[in-house]
């Protein structure tokens, strides 16, 4: 069938009733829309029914459907150019998506790899070897034989922060601190960033390194197609340690992670829980350090 027999529809994001009939759609086949969303391209019969959809968190592709009426005629692969193109005027050349296991072959004939993948959800990049190569760049020069990591946002850095990682550094050789590179926090990732290496200044074997979107992002978290939010909540933390184990602790010999106890934040709590659980499988230690308290 003729793209000629659809017509595209364009929300920054939808918004209204336009936006209800989107969830509508996306309910139908088992996804979920995402309040993150920024962009959404519809294509549309001619009785004005959406037959196809996908859309744009900055430069992640989520929420992408195809109707089962209308399988096989090439609309998932109009509605990815069409997001690519909008993606890389916003500037945004790396796009990761996320999908279903069903759907890799799917994605690989459009131009997406692999990065890691759960029984539930499945995260791709527009970039062969992308992840491996970033975090070629990230390796020290020196070999160490006990190495830590520490994942944090820092928005923005604390005393609590400074007290976890001074903590962590003397019971390793030397600790990677990745700061989370998402940018939708109240501080900028180059600020965050920069506050951290200039809190650290001090530790001689300590290395302030960004996560470019890998860990702790809209790129690990696929929110937008599971129903359960408890479930979610679990194959969020999974996929994330998942490609934190595979590629960050394997590629860069890191054994401990380091992690502040959460008495507060439930989503953080139950990070930590299932964190434990998988890196402990994996050989990776798990150390909580309880939280700094004064008064």
Do not use: W
């Amino acid at each position: 069938m003729s793209y000629e027999n659809f017509y595209e529809v364009y929300g920054y994001p939808m918004k209204g009733n336009k936006l209800q009939i989107l969830k509508d759609f996306l309910l139908k086949e088992q996804l979920e829309y995402d309040e993150g969303i920024q962009f959404t391209v519809n294509l549309c019969n001619h009785k004005d029914e959406i037959v196809a959809t996908g859309s744009l968190d900055s430069n992640v592709i989520k929420c992408v459907a195809v109707s089962n009426d209308y399988q096989g005629e090439g609309l998932a692969a109009k509605i990815m150019t069409i997001l690519t193109s909008h993606g890389v005027a916003n500037g945004y050349n790396h796009l990761f998506l996320f999908t279903k296991p069903d759907n890799i072959d799917l994605f690989k004939d459009l131009g997406f790899y692999l990065i890691a993948y759960t029984d539930d959800a499945v995260l791709m990049e527009n970039k062969k070897n992308g992840i491996s190569e970033f975090i070629q760049t990230l390796k020290s020069h020196v070999n160490y034989d006990n190495i830590g990591a520490i994942v944090l946002n820092c928005n923005p850095f604390t005393n609590g922060h400074l007290y976890l990682i001074e903590t962590a550094a003397k019971q390793c050789d030397f600790l990677y601190l990745f700061v989370v590179s998402e940018d939708k926090s109240i501080f900028p990732a180059k600020a965050r960033c920069e506050l951290v290496k200039n809190g650290v200044k001090h530790l001689n074997n300590v290395v302030v390194q960004p996560t470019s979107g890998y860990l702790i992002s809209s790129a690990t978290f696929p929110t937008y197609f599971i129903k359960d939010k408890y479930k979610s909540n679990e194959i969020n933390c999974l996929l994330d340690l998942v490609i934190f184990c595979d590629y960050f602790a394997k590629l860069l010999n890191i054994t401990k992670r380091f992690v502040g106890s959460e008495p507060f934040d439930n989503v953080t709590a139950s990070y930590n829980i299932q964190m434990k659980k998988y890196l402990n499988k994996c050989g990776i230690e798990v150390i909580e350090i309880p939280r700094f308290e004064e008064k």
